[in-house]
């Protein structure tokens, strides 16, 4: 019976964390962007200053939610464990490359969701990509893949990456000259709810993927491998509410063209979407699930969440992220590139005999 | 004695799903994260299999077996 109660769990979760993103656009977030790991983080690389791209320039408190909301859950349920040490800077490159692949689409694989419950039928092509995707991870994970294992770290190391982001906070609030914050009506980094209801949409919701483990990977990765539903249960919920929220308040937009923040290009948001899905395979969870994970004092992610950053960072430096107006050649080239790296960390780390 | 210590989620279920191909009454498995132990019970579970956990440290000894 405590499936059962897992399974409510879940699907409750779920629904909060539909609702809650579909509230952060009428806040004022961008439009099917309550939630987007991958914007968010490119976002606030542009902040600092890591890239220089104008439209997306700002600390999203999101992100320092839920880090911080996973962290904290973590330490009342006594889950808090530092490990780290599973081929670390594999991880790293795995993270970037994910990265490229999330710019080619234009969103994670929570904003994916997100964009169909908005009616972004551009984000079908996402999404038939993201699961050959995870179908070609799921391929290597039954011949053996394998990162190899981790090993306990100090409740310091752990951390470390959640004390970054309290410095983040206080940056974002005290906006000191050297942030740069997108202005008024430049792209989508200036639109953002409040900081406060920004913070709290993801501290509630980095607990509630910490308790549910919720993953968009581990979704229809488990429904594969194992005919597992929970997680993918969560995946459904948070497509429904906010689906039904969008609904209600108008932000429901049925169509290919003109939607916001995205491109037409079906081709590139297939094959960007499958970057993804393998390369989050391969890491064992989305960028959300690496949040939750280094919340949890998980340095592994950590290090991804840095690939994360640095694969933002480059690919606005080198005129790889996708705009409005469709895929870029340098972005085509990346996505092509990842394929092969991610290919070939794939095949390298495929024993058939373990150990 | 399957031993997954270190390894994080889906990797301890796709060795105890390998490890079920030889059909066996009962396995012994080590793990050491609250997010393996509940992964490989669902997954036990549903493939008919009760399941005992005691801790010893950090890490969770299972047994899973058939009445």
């Known amino acids: 019976m405590k499936t059962k109660r897992e399974l409510l769990t879940i699907l409750i979760a779920g629904l909060v964390i539909g609702i809650i993103a579909a509230g952060l656009v009428i806040a004022g977030n961008p439009e099917n962007m309550g939630f987007c790991i991958a914007c968010f983080i490119r976002d606030t690389a542009g902040a600092l200053g890591v890239h220089r791209a104008e439209a997306v320039q700002y600390i999203r408190p999101e992100i320092i939610g839920l880090i911080l909301?996973?962290?904290?859950?973590?330490l009342v349920r006594k889950e808090y464990a530092p490990r780290g040490g599973s081929s670390p800077m594999t991880r790293f490159v795995?993270?970037?490359?994910?990265?490229?692949?999330?710019?080619?689409?234009?969103?994670?694989?929570?904003?994916?969701?997100?964009?169909l419950a908005g009616g972004d039928w551009n984000a079908i092509f996402g999404l038939i990509g993201f699961i050959l995707g995870i179908l070609a991870g799921v391929f290597f994970l039954n011949?053996?893949?394998?990162?190899?294992?981790?090993?306990?770290?100090?409740?310091?190391?752990?951390?470390?990456?959640?004390?970054?982001?309290?410095?983040?906070?206080?940056?974002l609030v005290a906006a000191p000259s050297f942030i740069f914050f997108t202005e008024p009506g430049v792209g989508p980094g200036a639109k953002h709810a409040a900081i406060a209801i920004s913070l709290a949409a993801g501290l509630i919701v980095g607990a509630l993927a910490q308790r549910t483990r919720l993953c968009?990977?581990?979704?229809?990765?488990?429904?594969?491998?194992?005919?597992?539903?929970?997680?993918?249960?969560?995946?459904?919920?948070?497509f429904a509410a906010a689906l039904v929220v969008n609904a209600i308040v108008g932000n429901f937009h049925p169509g290919f063209a003109g939607q916001p923040v995205a491109h037409t290009d079906g081709l590139w948001n297939l094959l960007g979407m499958l970057l993804v899905g393998f390369g989050s395979v391969l890491l064992g969870g989305c960028p959300l699930r690496q949040l939750v994970l280094t919340g949890e004092g998980n340095t592994d992610s950590a290090v991804t969440v840095l690939g994360l950053f640095m694969g933002a960072a480059f690919a606005h430096n080198f005129s790889m992220a996708s705009s409005g107006e469709g895929p870029t050649f340098n972005g085509k080239v990346g996505v092509a590139v990842g394929l092969a790296v991610v290919l070939v960390i794939a095949i390298v780390n495929t024993r058939k005999k373990e150990n | 004695m399957i031993d997954a210590r270190g390894l994080s989620c889906p990797?301890?279920?796709?060795?105890?799903k390998k490890a079920m191909a030889s059909k066996e009454k009962e396995y012994e498995m080590m793990v050491d994260n609250q997010t393996a132990l509940e992964n490989v019970t669902r997954f036990a579970q549903h493939n008919g299999y009760e399941v005992e956990y005691t801790r010893e440290g950090a890490d969770y000894r299972l047994r899973l077996y058939q009445s």
């Open chain 1, 69 to 74: 909301g996973a962290l904290i859950l973590a």
């Open chain 1, 94 to 115: 795995l993270g970037f490359f994910v990265m490229i692949g999330c710019l080619m689409f234009l969103g994670c694989p929570f904003r994916m969701i997100l964009r």
């Open chain 1, 143 to 171: 011949r053996g893949y394998s990162l190899k294992r981790t090993y306990q770290h100090t409740r310091l190391e752990g951390a470390v990456m959640p004390a970054i982001q309290i410095v983040l906070l206080v940056l």
């Open chain 1, 216 to 238: 968009m990977v581990g979704g229809i990765r488990d429904a594969v491998l194992f005919r597992e539903w929970k997680l993918l249960c969560g995946f459904v919920a948070i």
């Open chain 2, 11 to 16: 990797e301890p279920v796709i060795r105890i």
